[in-house]
């Protein structure tokens, strides 16, 4: 199509914006040092200041030596073999050592890229962490003094990714592109917001370049989520808005809970008048005599709580009971429906009911075996009741635990 014509001219626009936005793409993995300056020697900010100048000038040095030495050679890219690839392929020849070190470094630069989000998301999870826009286990270091968390979530993310792109770069370089210069644009508008609000030595000169930034990155995310839409970025720009309402109602949260337990609003409450402790037993053994022990100590009160399932069986314990409980109470609950939380419930609301300040303090035997696997061949009768009582209120739940032998 000529160029001279209004459609050659839109033609040529686009054609020039896209290259523009494919080049600044071509570009991106220095935004890995803005988020890590905490992590260089002191003076910290003037080191990554020199990392981040050297990153550019290497990066533009590259870019526009490979593009003259393409364009000088016409090379065209090719499904069979990268640009780099055949670049190398003229200057050094197919069989040259030099041709196979190319290679090589290619392999090592890719592995490092690859690894850029690895050492970055964590730390960057962390700070938002901190400021309570995600969850806290993200600001937590692991014994190897790493995010242990945000690399195990972004490994799993990336895999999922992985999966549902079958591999493709192509495919999946859109999603990364929209999502970088998101981040580019938004960092680059609240360096602006900054600037206009605390001001500082020469702000207007760096609003001014900060906000040239934002409109420059502004303008590649759009181009690129126009023409990359179909290709997958379309993704990218669902998630975005709902990533940011997501950390919106988690910082929501915190705040509501912070609210909740500041000390500042809390008013002095009395000791509730009366105070029951049941032990929950569904056995006559040696893991429930040190239960019916703790409960002694804590009150004088205690009582047991069985719930029949079967007559017979309950008749044993019983018999059991008087032997080796005397003195404490034993409240046996009928069952018809062999539901051992909703007899319990039912139990727990009725004694709520009579005493509405009453605290209830729930002791529940359980005995550990010595091999983790071993908690599969028995009933988790006491985590069951452990989550049906969670949400309760003045109903406390004390676990105490008999270790079997070897």
């Not at 050659?8 to 890995?32: D, K, N, P």
């Not at 040092?33 to 905490?38: F, R």
């Not at 690399?151 to 929209?178: G, K, M, Q």
Request: hydrophobic share 50%; glycine share 6%.
């Amino acid at each position: 199509m000529a160029t001279g014509t209004p459609g050659g001219q839109q033609l040529t626009l686009f054609l020039a914006l896209r290259a523009f936005a494919s080049g600044c793409v071509a570009l991106t993995g220095i935004e890995a040092v803005s988020n890590g300056v905490s992590a260089f020697r002191p003076p910290e900010a003037r080191n990554a200041r020199q990392v981040l100048v050297m990153l550019g000038v290497v990066l533009i040095a590259l870019f526009v030596g490979i593009t003259v030495l393409a364009n000088a050679f016409g090379l065209v890219p090719a499904e069979q073999e990268t640009i780099n690839s055949q670049l190398a392929r003229r200057v050094f020849g197919g069989d040259s050592l030099l041709y196979y070190l190319v290679q090589a470094m290619t392999t090592l630069i890719l592995v490092l890229a690859a690894n850029t989000s690895f050492a970055d998301f964590p730390r960057l999870a962390s700070f938002m962490a901190r400021d309570r826009f995600m969850p806290r286990q993200f600001a937590n270091r692991g014994d190897r003094l790493a995010f242990s968390n945000g690399i195990i979530s972004l490994a799993l993310l990336s895999a999922v990714l992985l999966v549902i792109f079958r591999a493709e770069t192509h495919a999946l370089i859109p999603l990364y592109a929209v999502g970088v210069f998101t981040s580019f644009t938004l960092s680059q508008a609240g360096m602006v917001r900054y600037w206009l609000r605390e001001g500082g030595p020469q702000w207007p000169i760096r609003s001014t370049l900060n906000g040239a930034g934002a409109l420059a990155t502004g303008i590649v995310t759009l181009i690129i989520a126009t023409t990359k839409l179909t290709h997958g970025a379309w993704m990218v720009v669902l998630l975005i808005p709902c990533l940011v309402l997501l950390f919106v109602a988690i910082r929501r949260h915190y705040d509501r809970v912070a609210r909740q337990l500041s000390i500042e609003r809390a008013q002095p409450e009395p000791p509730p008048p009366t105070h029951i402790v049941l032990v929950l037993v569904g056995d006559v053994h040696r893991g429930v005599l040190p239960a019916l022990r703790y409960a002694r100590l804590i009150s004088s009160c205690a009582r047991g709580v069985y719930v029949e399932l079967d007559p017979e069986a309950s008749r044993r314990l019983e018999d059991r009971w008087a032997r080796w409980a005397s003195g404490v109470p034993l409240v046996v609950l009928r069952s018809p429906y062999r539901s051992v939380l909703g007899a319990l419930l039912e139990y727990l609301e009725d004694l709520q009911r009579q005493a509405p300040h009453l605290l209830i303090t729930i002791i529940l035997p359980e005995f550990v075996p010595r091999r983790w696997w071993h908690h599969l061949l028995h009933n988790q009768t006491a985590l069951l009741v452990k989550a049906a009582l969670l949400f309760r209120r003045d109903v406390v739940v004390v676990n105490v635990p008999f270790h079997l032998e070897a």
